[in-house]
C-alpha cells in the first residue's frame, strides 16, 4: 500500500519560515517526480514545486526565491522549505509522486499552512 504522509504546517506569521516534510512508503521515490501541491479555500489546487528523477527542479514564477524543493531518496522524503511566507500562502499542501511516463501518482492527505498574525 502506498502512503506519502505529510507534516510540518501549523501557523506561522507573516515573514516566517516552514519546513514541510513528505515521507512515502510503498514506492522507492527515485523512481518518481515529487511535488507539492498546495490549495487555498475556494481555489483550484495549483502547483508548488516539482522535483524530477533527474533533481531538475520546477516552481511557478510566483514563488521562484521563496520556495525550495529537495529530495532525499535515500529516506524516500521529500521536503519544501517556505520562507518569507504570506498569508496568501495559506492553504493545505499535498506531497506527490508521479512516475513518468505513466499515469500513475499518488497524493498524500496534505497539510495545513496558516500565515497570519
Known amino acids: 500500500q502506498v502512503q506519502l504522509v505529510e507534516s510540518g504546517g501549523g501557523l506561522v506569521q507573516p515573514g516566517g519560515s516552514l519546513r514541510l516534510s513528505c515521507v512515502a512508503s510503498?514506492?522507492?521515490?527515485?523512481?518518481?517526480?515529487m511535488g507539492w501541491y498546495r490549495q487555498a479555500p475556494g481555489k483550484q489546487r495549483e502547483l508548488v514545486a516539482v522535483v524530477r528523477t533527474s533533481g531538475v527542479k520546477t516552481y511557478p514564477d510566483s514563488l521562484t526565491g521563496r520556495f525550495t524543493i529537495s529530495r532525499d531518496n535515500a529516506k524516500n522524503m521529500v521536503y519544501l522549505q517556505m520562507n518569507t511566507l504570506k498569508p496568501e500562502d495559506t492553504a493545505v499542501y499535498y506531497c506527490?509522486?508521479?512516475?513518468?511516463?505513466?499515469?500513475?501518482?499518488?497524493w498524500g492527505q496534505g497539510t495545513q499552512v496558516t500565515v497570519s498574525s
Open positions: 506527490n509522486a508521479e512516475r513518468p511516463l505513466t499515469l500513475v501518482d499518488y
Open positions: 510503498g514506492i522507492q521515490i527515485n523512481n518518481y517526480n
